[in-house]
């Protein structure tokens, strides 16, 4: 009986136990965010599946793993010998555990789960798909805590101070302006679930987690006090001076509840629901009257003020000139040396390090090739590594932390000579990238109503990708923050000046190739008429498109008037910062097409 | 003191003997829906106003007018010399009057409104606006029955059968499709409010109001049973003999409410809150379990079936001969005999009225000329009728009623030599409309991500319109009609086959003119790849653009090939209805516009 087996055995006596029957376990901490220490990744630790998105249900007799598509290879691989089994839904449809259970679950059952790692909007969403059935739910239900024994601890990274010459606002401005807003709502406490609310609200970083400079911690908005739940010992002693002087008050993190449950003053409370614990949310105290919304930080921080964006432009150069000497790199190289995903994988993350106020990547790089493109997000990992040599499309994502912004960028290149309908594909998503990046739009206008501009192209062809076409990026912070995005959904978060965002159409051939081109934008204001403010944006990522790819016959004319202007500034600014034969390369690279052809 | 000012004076002191501080007083009867009869329309015998959409509130110090911008012309004429204010908000805003109860009514106010023709849905909003304010609502307030001594009956038309040679599908078999429906949604009964969901259930038609074939009814379907509340003498013996087969059981209209509040069988009823009002809301003994939603006839309804789209498709031929005969006759008499906008109004319906099967007008004409064309739904009324003589831009904006269909079509035509941004703006309007009727889509797509094709070409330009860009459109029944719509708001519906809206994209240039060109678009299924399966449009309107207004400098080349397509169905369907001088004109308006210019 292998470990995973056993564990199973155990959960499952545990459930017969307490009379429970289905168990949910989700990968997410207290905090339901993207990035999650290892102290919260019990579903690695209970099924050997290592992808950053998953949920499992364990019932007596199911263990189902649910997971998305771009982790579909892996989790077969990973899982393969386990009792788990992958529920995988068919081609662009969604089926989630939710929707099992409501197919699945017999009238009467219990439910059990961590409320302390389960938000009261994922409960609620089971509550409504379970309606109709009579379910009771078990929301204080850990059996992992006893079971794992070498339970890795709760991180302990120390903050550190992100300077206001890269924040561009001091702390004292930023709490003014929470609570500005806060008056406004009506609310005199707003609970701060989200990390990177936090670190964006104190200027401070810390080193919790991988991806993004976190530091795991809770705060509590009063309109003279701001209680901060954190480790006492990873606060440093000049930031704890600064945080008396400015009324922020240190208690014990694992005493939040505890203390929110207690709060004396106050009666109207701001949280919001989809990153508020069940656990959390049921200690607010009784007589406090809930405002449910998006956290007030989480709307500021998605305008990126002046110096933010000043830094930004200034962070494109670095990462474009590490991204530039990648790919020069590969084109030099890819016949003499031995070249796999994980090795370019470490390659370009080394090329980034060696730029300044680097502090490492903003999410899992993924270099895939051929057949691995074609999952959306592939996650490169030695289980499924392949060598990249023969003929064939290379699919790079990849970002970088840096004090001054963070960066989201993917390129599509051709490893020997592409095909013709690799060609007319790369087109089509570019065409598409294209109208997104040349969008003029008046204020007022949501992310829905600009994600058909980057698919007209393809769905005139029959094609399309099954993921959205932009989110917002943090600022030396979350590389997908809210609240914005560009997809078919229906956000109804405005598109406004200085929100930044990814420009990210694709096309996945199943079993064959896939091709994403993805830049980042920024929206400006660009002209006011009779008929209102109107809104563009900026292309801010630097790096060049191959046109060994492009088919030109089917780009209009303004189109490539776009990619030409894009090729000289990348050029521009990227050259100054180059040796000599990659200057002379790029220079090929990003050549005007009209002359080229 | 005039009538209206006494009137206010009435009602003003039964809100002071019943501590009312706001009377609402909604356009709208008991079925929430857009055409109401005579005896409903309290604003108009109030105020004055006749416009189709208007608010009023009256407290001891204000009495206000809320419409919309089509309105403010006409209700500024309408409302001189009463007491009622024009409510306006500036422009692109919008303002109603729950927002201005927000702002300025003060905690601990009464608000009262008759709930018999206040929707749930309404009062749920006035809920949250005033959330936090201490406000108290009589939903029971009826004040204008005892004043109102001279108030026009209720309508009694005699319902009249709509064969299935036109509706497609015999009202068995539609009866058993909701049936299905309401299983699958676990209801027992299932209250139908809006009128057109119960004519189009029975195959019935009226004659209650104007521009819509609607006989005054609610009805409540059953597992076996439908009880249709009705006047015994509205329902002809043929059809009694027929509801009679069908277990459909006739109970007075007004006694709907007595009778839901005494329902003996079933324990889950479904409703739609948007067009059931609060008297009939509280009805519904409280044993029963409420699902509310769209209701199953509305979504049934409006995928149109073979047998309607073939009839469409014939009475587009019969609308499209009129509206040339229309246009031919401006373009021959303009000079020669007087023409005013009300005129011109009168014509088309003449015209239309010749047309076999013809029953009425679909909506108020709209003949707009010059700064008139800028109100987007402008009405075209005797108090602000004008000549249409000099230079300048016509908009006609008009449908009518079919056995087999319902139309809405709007054209603008030049009198005279049209102005270079006239054509400018006409042309851009123009790309748009071409670009929706063009769009290629996969199905799931929501109306909200097609919006944006016909606004593409004016936002790119800083232009824009303040309305939706499509409508569904009824079926010999109302010309609007839901669920579905192509527009900026988060309509979650999806666009389907066999949907008929309207394609709608404009320019209102403030005092000067307004552009719109309307043809009403079907969706049909195009292709199925390995992306899912791809929808399009068919434009079914048929009637010439005009080539004068046309800038052919800025239109692509796909662009011109639409229209000439488009031009060359028109001609050569609408002609062999017409007369020879008609023909030789159409083919001039038809030409080829390569050719042509």
Chains 1, 2 share one sequence.
Request: charged share 25%.
């Amino acid at each position: 009986m292998n470990a995973n087996v056993e564990k199973l055995a155990l959960i499952r006596a545990v459930l017969q136990q307490k009379s429970i029957d289905a168990y949910i376990i989700p990968l997410s901490d207290p905090h339901l965010g993207e990035y999650i220490p290892g102290h919260w990744k019990i579903i690695p630790w209970l099924t050997g599946f290592t992808g950053s998105a998953a949920s499992v249900i364990i019932t007596h007799t199911l263990a189902g793993l649910w997971t998305d598509s771009r982790y579909f290879v892996q989790a077969e691989a990973q899982l393969e010998g386990s009792e788990y089994i992958l529920m995988k839904p068919g081609s662009f449809q969604k089926y989630d555990y939710v929707d099992w259970l409501a197919e699945n679950i017999s009238s009467g059952s219990k439910i059990g789960f961590d409320g302390r790692i389960f938000s009261i909007s994922q409960v609620r969403k089971l509550e409504e798909a379970l309606g109709l059935k009579k379910i009771t739910f078990d929301d204080n239900c850990d059996i992992i805590t006893e079971m794992w024994t070498d339970r890795p601890p709760m991180p302990v990274s120390v903050a550190w101070d992100h300077p206001v010459e890269y924040s561009g606002s001091d702390r004292s401005k930023k709490i003014a302006e929470v609570r500005k807003k806060m008056k406004e709502k009506g609310a005199d406490l707003h609970l701060l679930t989200s990390i990177d609310d936090i670190m964006w609200l104190l200027n401070i970083r810390g080193n919790d987690v991988e991806f993004s400079p976190l530091l795991t911690s809770f705060a509590l908005v009063g309109e003279r006090q701001i209680l901060l739940f954190v480790d006492d010992k990873k606060i440093p002693q000049t930031l704890k001076a600064e945080f008396d002087k400015l009324g922020i008050v240190m208690l014990p993190y694992e005493e939040t509840c505890e203390m929110i449950s207690s709060l004396a003053d106050g009666s109207l409370i701001m949280v919001n629901p989809s990153t508020t614990s069940v656990a959390l949310y049921k200690s607010i105290p009784e007589r406090f009257e809930i405002i449910e919304d998006i956290s007030i930080p989480t709307r500021l921080k998605s305008i990126k003020n002046k110096t933010e964006i000043e830094n930004l432009s200034a962070v494109m150069v670095k990462d474009g000139v590490a991204l530039t000497k990648f790919f020069f790199y590969i084109d030099q190289n890819n016949d003499k040396v031995p070249m796999t995903e994980v090795s370019l994988a470490v390659k370009i993350l080394e090329l980034r390090s060696h730029q300044k106020d680097f502090l490492g990547a903003s999410f899992a790089t993924i270099t895939a090739f051929k057949e691995h493109g074609a999952l959306p997000h592939y996650s490169s990992v030695p289980e499924t590594d392949s060598i990249v040599g023969e003929r064939g499309l290379l699919l790079v994502d990849s970002g970088g932390q840096y004090m001054g912004g963070t960066t989201d960028i993917t390129r599509t290149v051709p490893i020997g000579l592409p095909t013709a309908r690799e060609k007319n594909d790369f087109t089509l998503v570019l065409k598409g990238h294209i109208k997104l990046a040349m969008a003029k739009f008046p204020y007022g206008t949501r992310g829905y109503q600009l994600d058909h501009l980057a698919r007209e192209p393809l769905w005139q062809n029959g094609l399309n990708y099954g993921h959205g076409t932009g989110h917002g990026v943090g600022y030396c912070l979350n590389v997908h923050e809210g609240p914005q995005s560009i997809s078919p959904a229906d956000n109804k978060s405005l598109i406004e000046p200085g929100m930044l965002i990814s420009n990210e159409p694709a096309i996945y051939r199943g079993g064959e190739y896939g091709i994403r081109t993805e830049n980042l934008i920024l929206c400006y204001e660009d002209e006011e008429t009779e008929f209102g403010k109107f809104l563009k944006f900026d292309t801010l990522s630097l790096c060049y498109i191959d046109n060994k790819l492009i088919d030109i016959s089917i780009l209009e004319k303004k189109e490539i008037e776009w990619l030409n202007k894009y090729h000289s500034g990348v050029f521009e600014k990227l050259s100054p910062h180059l040796e000599p034969d990659e200057i002379a390369w790029l220079k090929d690279k990003t050549e005007p097409i009209l002359n080229h052809y």
